[in-house]
Each structure stands twice: as C-alpha cells, then as structure tokens.
Nanobody, 123 residues
Framework: QVQLVESGGGLVQAGGSLRLSCAAS????????MGWFRQAPGKEREFVAA???????YYADSVKGRFTISRDNAKNTMYLQMNSLKPEDTAVFYC?????????????????WGQGTQVTVSS
C-alpha cells in the first residue's frame, strides 16, 4: 500500500508559478512510476505529466515547456513545477503511483491516488 499526499496548491495570477509536492509513504518510492493528473469542473480527469522510476519524463502537450515534473527518491517526494500558469490550468491536481518502472498516461493504469490539491489561476 502507498499513501500519497499532495500539497502546494493555491490561488495565483495568470503568468505566475506554483510548485506542487506529492509525499509518498508505505512502500519503496523509488520503485514506483508516478504521474500528475488534473480535473477541472465539469471535465474528465486528464493526464498532465509522468515520471518513471528511473527519471524519464513525459508531458501533455498543453503543459510542455511550462511544467516540470521531478522526483527526489531520498525524500519520497515528487514535484510539479508550474510556470507561466494560465486560467485554463485551473483544476484539482492529483498525484498517482504505479508499482512499475515505466509510466503510463492512462489514469486507470495507476494503483494509488492522493486526495488532490486545488490550483486556481485568475486572469
């Protein structure tokens, strides 16, 4: 079992930055592929970014060049640095974990989820 806790959400103006954190506990964090997803009101949950256990990364086109996913295995924590935020980035952001080396972009491939953190970008 893996427990995930997101933090770092908040209200920011367009063009601003936020850094989300996902703290993991319960199993060997370094063995898990991790992902960030988001869900805006009235919309389905969508893939944002993912990182393999080895550190390979992948981004949705909508965030490429603006967001950076990273992980610190010594701290059992994953991060999402979000720059140049836009109002359309407003959503609840969730972190997810899968007990495998490589990442997936499909939400249903992930076994563990955090409770989510709200990100609101004002125009």
């Amino acid at each position: 079992q893996v427990q995930l806790v997101e933090s770092g959400g908040g209200l920011v103006q367009a063009g601003g930055s936020l850094r989300l954190s996902c703290a993991a506990s319960g199993r060997t964090f370094s063995n898990y592929a991790m992902g960030w997803f988001r869900q805006a009101p009235g919309k389905e949950r969508e893939f944002v970014a993912a990182i393999s256990s080895g550190g390979s990364t992948y981004y949705a086109d909508s965030v490429k060049g603006r967001f950076t996913i990273s992980r610190d295995n010594a701290k059992n924590t994953m991060y999402l640095q979000m720059n140049s935020l836009k109002p359309e980035d407003t959503a609840v952001f969730y972190c997810a974990a899968r007990g495998s080396t490589f990442y997936y972009i499909d939400a249903d491939k992930y076994n563990y989820w955090g409770q989510g953190t709200q990100v609101t970008v004002s125009s």
